[in-house]
């Protein structure tokens, strides 16, 4: 009896309405977009559950698995693309564990397919983080690949515009206005006292540089508790550092139930520190920034949950996770 063959036991395409595919990819365009590649012709194609702003698939060629991102116009501006591809292949290049940017057989790393700007990345060892998984060891390594980061990105010379600064803020308070009170009752009047707080004490000339801005455990993945990568460089951008931290501990600090986890903080930054050392500007700024990351997060969320119908295709993310967070590190402060 005939041996099947692996292609006769899996499809070679897997689509779901509930993956995270905004952009179909047909067999017949897949197969012509790798002819612009030296990888191999295609074997399988699989859409990518996870992620909220671009079409990822998991794409296995006779070389091997890669991951095909199709970046979405409802998130990313074409433009900022070429950003992107630059601060990861220099990260990579630095020795930052971060996936592989695939060049074509021209040396292109971005080229277009179904009217998308697309790219072909190496598959990362190991699974995105989670809340539940994360301990203080987890979070020192992410602390110190923080770090490594961002002394790599001082070799960058582009300056990427952060679209969800703090101008972006200020925006969405005055379009949202009253509407914010619908989620729930002073929530607009909170954002309007915060955002006056944080416009008037915003840090000057702390050390800047392009910075991830999206560094949550979901974009870190680990493999038997050893870091192995980081991943969805959508939102990097011009900006300062220590509120990329500040981002980083709003995100990898709080517990599943949304609970505070002070070792958790200390450990990322002790990680941090063995790296890069924060200057004495940036940890009297910190305070002030921890409370802009939560702001930052808080808004877009309040936007998402404004905006969601009934039927529409991705479930926002709960804005409260955010507000709560927000008034702890109001009455926070740092241990010394």
């Not at 998991?58 to 991102?69: A, D, E, K, M």
């Not at 292109?108 to 998984?133: H, N």
Request: with cysteine; hydrophobic share 40%; aromatic share 12%.
């Amino acid at each position: 009896m005939r041996k099947k063959k692996w292609l006769d036991i899996k499809p070679l395409f897997v689509h779901s309405k509930q993956m995270a595919v905004f952009t179909q990819v047909s067999q017949e365009q897949l197969t012509e977009f790798l002819g612009r590649y030296d990888i191999g012709s295609l074997v399988s194609c699989e859409g990518i559950e996870a992620g909220v702003s671009n079409t990822n698939y998991f794409v296995t060629t006779q070389t091997g698995r890669y991951v095909l991102t199709l970046f979405e116009p409802h998130r990313v501006r074409a433009q900022d693309i070429p950003s992107y591809v630059e601060y990861s292949t220099v990260l990579e290049q630095s020795g930052v564990p971060c996936p592989k940017t695939i060049q074509t057989k021209e040396g292109d790393y971005i080229t277009m397919l179904c009217d998308r700007p697309a790219a072909f990345f190496s598959v990362l060892q190991g699974d995105g983080g989670s809340v539940a998984m994360l301990d203080v060891n987890l979070c020192e390594q992410a602390g110190a690949t923080l770090a490594q980061m961002h002394l790599a990105a001082q070799k960058i010379k582009t300056k990427t515009p952060n679209h969800f600064g703090l101008g972006k803020w200020q925006e969405w308070e005055r379009v949202m206005g009253a509407r914010m009170n619908n989620i729930d009752a002073g929530l607009h009047s909170l954002v309007q006292s915060e955002l006056g707080f944080i416009v008037q004490n915003w840090p000057k000339n702390l050390p800047c540089g392009q910075i991830h801005a999206d560094y949550f455990p979901d974009n870190v993945f680990f493999q038997e508790g050893r870091l192995t990568g980081v991943i969805d460089f959508h939102f990097v951008c011009y900006d300062v550092f220590a509120y990329d931290l500040a981002i980083a501990i709003n995100a990898w600090s709080f517990d599943e139930n949304n609970h505070f986890q002070e070792d958790r903080m200390m450990a990322m930054m002790h990680g941090y520190q063995t790296v890069r050392a924060l200057s004495a500007g940036e940890e009297e700024s910190l305070p002030v920034l921890l409370r802009a990351a939560s702001m930052r997060f808080l808004l877009s969320r309040i936007e998402e949950k404004l905006k969601w119908k009934e039927g529409d295709f991705m479930k926002p993310h709960d804005p409260m996770v955010f507000e709560k967070r927000l008034k702890h590190f109001q009455a926070y402060s740092l241990p010394a």
